[in-house]
């Protein structure tokens, strides 16, 4: 990819595309509309992209579903997580739609994925710790997402989230590789045990342990 | 109340954050680093830690035992589980075993713990109070001081959950040390404090309501005793532990990982780590 293409993607939004809703426990939170991400990817890969669901799941008992999204641009591949709540029939408890919720959680994947990418990284920045653009007058930022509101993150410096940590021993499983050994890999790999893997180590691991590229001892 | 669901292995499972954690912390981070973060192996074991555990484990057989069957196992029954428990984890431990002077190896081990228990069954108190759980595991959202809940759960198992006739509970916790504990340090005790928080995130405090707690110390003296010493944990208390567990998060985040030397040095089991740190 080149370094026209990444600015294009990696371009500040204009604060009209940056949408707010109110978060849990009083926060503001910024997001970018799915659309506006589509539209992004469409206008800086020329629509030479693809969107893939590599696998769902379906947490009843979380009422949660989580799938897991690979974007396809050229030969770069980037894949995340993304997450809904399932909604239910507040008297029968009954799922609303499950279609509807798999769809959220598709949205959530895709718009993860274009941030490792670098869109919409301008939403991150100031809970990293980097100076964030300055907010719209009017509109004071108290805290930034692309994501739905959450609560407070164990990972504002980069730990990785629950979600990823569950899929990741789920994958693991699968794959026939208990803690043990994946805690050694996780060693060898990044010099800590897999409940302190940073985010985007969390992502690599994830990527490998769908490629198959890590084995049980 | 909330019955348990979920053993401590399966907590273990998800992103935690255990008593015992905080306090690594709180005695020396870069000994927290070590342990948890990169999951080195210790340079060694000490061999009281191996004695506590199977010491732990013989009382919450004997108390499983009176819970279960309403009446307290024999002496002799206590005594084969614990010689089997200490076999067990003798067996299992990996790096060497630092022994003291008190039992300068695995024989004197065994008879050190088999007189604390025989001090324990002569007096095992508790008398007329209900057994409700034994080694409880719970789980909590941890809530930061600006009100935020953390996505990371506070993890603990209550070694022994006593009712009295009035129905106040009674946490117990199981300890075994050489040197006496005074009031003070019992008072202030963060175990208890996170007990408090995961019974009354599980529904078995009401809001504003305190939590009894009791400690079981088996002394390792010459002539082993059994002493037992009561304190509170106040609404307070817990929202002082939630406090210190979000500050303790919130440095881990940060990777703040500096040694502490002091007293707890002696033990380490990583001593060359640290000093080639």
């Given at each position: 990819?080149?370094?026209?293409?990444?600015?294009?993607?990696?371009?500040?939004?204009?604060?009209?595309?940056?949408?707010?809703?109110?978060?849990?426990?009083?926060?503001?939170?910024?997001?970018?509309?799915?659309?506006?991400?589509?539209?992004?990817l469409?206008?800086?890969l020329?629509?030479?992209?693809?969107?893939?669901?590599?696998?769902?799941?379906?947490?009843?008992?979380?009422?949660?579903?989580?799938?897991?999204?690979?974007?396809?641009?050229?030969?770069?591949?980037?894949?995340?997580?993304?997450?809904?709540?399932?909604?239910?029939?507040?008297?029968?408890?009954?799922?609303?739609?499950?279609?509807?919720?798999?769809?959220?959680?598709?949205?959530?994947?895709?718009?993860?994925?274009?941030?490792?990418?670098?869109?919409?990284?301008?939403?991150?920045?100031?809970?990293?710790?980097?100076?964030?653009?300055?907010?719209?007058?009017?509109?004071?930022?108290?805290?930034?997402?692309?994501?739905?509101?959450?609560?407070?993150?164990?990972?504002?410096?980069?730990?990785?989230?629950?979600k990823?940590?569950?899929l990741?021993?789920?994958?693991?499983?699968?794959?026939?590789i208990?803690?043990n050994?994946?805690?050694?890999?996780?060693q060898?790999?990044?010099?800590?045990?897999?409940?302190?893997?940073?985010?985007?180590?969390?992502?690599?691991?994830?990527?490998?342990?769908?490629?198959?590229?890590?084995?049980?001892? | 109340?909330?019955?348990?669901?979920?053993?401590?292995?399966?907590?273990?499972?998800e992103?935690?954050?255990?008593?015992?954690?905080?306090?690594?912390?709180?005695?020396?981070?870069?000994?927290?680093?070590?342990?948890?973060?990169?999951?080195?192996?210790?340079?060694?074991v000490?061999?009281?830690?191996?004695?506590?555990?199977?010491?732990?484990?013989?009382?919450?057989?004997?108390?499983?035992s009176?819970?279960?069957?309403?009446?307290?196992?024999?002496?002799?029954?206590?005594?084969?589980?614990?010689?089997?428990?200490?076999?067990?984890?003798?067996?299992?431990?990996?790096?060497?075993?630092?022994?003291?002077?008190?039992?300068?190896?695995?024989?004197?081990?065994?008879?050190?713990?088999?007189?604390?228990l025989r001090?324990?069954?002569?007096?095992?108190?508790?008398?007329?109070?209900?057994?409700?759980?034994?080694?409880?595991?719970?789980?909590?959202?941890?809530?930061?001081?600006?009100?935020?809940?953390?996505?990371?759960?506070?993890?603990?198992?209550?070694?022994?959950?006593?009712?009295?006739?009035l129905?106040?509970?009674?946490?117990?916790?199981?300890?075994?040390?050489?040197?006496?504990?005074?009031?003070?340090?019992?008072?202030?005790?963060?175990?208890?404090?996170?007990?408090?928080?995961?019974?009354?995130?599980?529904?078995?405090?009401?809001?504003?309501?305190?939590?009894?707690?009791?400690?079981?110390?088996?002394?390792?003296?010459?002539?082993?005793?059994?002493e037992?010493?009561?304190t509170?944990?106040?609404?307070?208390?817990?929202?002082?532990?939630?406090?210190?567990?979000?500050?303790?998060l919130?440095?881990?985040?940060?990777?703040?990982?500096?040694?502490?030397?002091?007293?707890?040095?002696?033990?380490?089991?990583?001593?060359?780590?640290?000093?080639?740190?």
């Amino acid at each position: 990819m080149d370094r026209e293409t990444l600015s294009a993607l990696q371009a500040l939004f204009a604060p009209a595309d940056i949408k707010q809703r109110e978060g849990s426990f009083g926060k503001t939170l910024d997001y970018l509309e799915t659309s506006t991400v589509v539209q992004r990817l469409n206008e800086a890969l020329d629509g030479d992209w693809s969107f893939h669901i590599v696998e769902h799941v379906v947490r009843e008992d979380l009422s949660e579903v989580i799938v897991v999204g690979k974007l396809v641009a050229g030969e770069i591949v980037k894949m995340q997580i993304g997450s809904a709540t399932l909604k239910r029939h507040r008297q029968s408890g009954e799922l609303m739609c499950l279609g509807d919720d798999l769809k959220a959680a598709a949205s959530d994947a895709l718009k993860k994925c274009a941030t490792l990418l670098g869109v919409g990284l301008q939403l991150y920045r100031s809970d990293e710790g980097q100076p964030a653009p300055s907010p719209p007058i009017g509109h004071p930022r108290t805290n930034s997402s692309a994501d739905p509101p959450s609560p407070r993150s164990s990972s504002s410096s980069g730990r990785l989230s629950p979600k990823q940590h569950q899929l990741i021993l789920k994958l693991a499983a699968e794959a026939g590789i208990n803690k043990n050994e994946l805690n050694r890999h996780c060693q060898q790999q990044y010099g800590r045990v897999v409940d302190f893997l940073a985010k985007a180590e969390a992502s690599r691991l994830i990527e490998g342990l769908f490629a198959g590229a890590i084995q049980a001892a | 109340m909330n019955t348990p669901a979920r053993s401590l292995q399966q907590l273990r499972q998800e992103l935690h954050v255990s008593y015992s954690q905080i306090n690594t912390y709180l005695t020396c981070p870069l000994r927290y680093q070590f342990h948890y973060v990169q999951g080195r192996s210790p340079e060694h074991v000490g061999a009281s830690l191996l004695l506590g555990s199977a010491i732990h484990s013989s009382l919450a057989h004997y108390y499983e035992s009176l819970r279960d069957k309403g009446a307290a196992p024999s002496g002799d029954d206590v005594l084969d589980h614990f010689r089997e428990a200490l076999s067990r984890q003798l067996g299992q431990v990996q790096a060497p075993i630092l022994y003291k002077a008190e039992a300068p190896d695995a024989e004197t081990l065994l008879t050190q713990g088999e007189g604390l228990l025989r001090a324990f069954l002569v007096d095992p108190s508790f008398q007329g109070m209900e057994v409700i759980a034994v080694e409880l595991p719970l789980q909590a959202t941890l809530t930061s001081a600006d009100g935020a809940g953390h996505d990371i759960a506070l993890i603990g198992a209550v070694d022994l959950l006593l009712r009295d006739q009035l129905g106040r509970w009674l946490a117990v916790d199981h300890k075994t040390a050489k040197q006496a504990l005074t009031q003070e340090a019992i008072d202030r005790d963060l175990q208890f404090s996170a007990y408090a928080l995961l019974l009354a995130e599980n529904g078995y405090l009401e809001e504003g309501s305190s939590l009894h707690c009791a400690f079981n110390v088996l002394r390792k003296l010459k002539t082993p005793k059994v002493e037992r010493h009561l304190t509170l944990r106040t609404q307070n208390d817990r929202q002082r532990f939630a406090r210190v567990a979000d500050s303790v998060l919130a440095a881990i985040e940060a990777q703040v990982f500096v040694p502490c030397t002091g007293w707890q040095c002696a033990d380490c089991p990583y001593q060359k780590a640290c000093a080639d740190w």
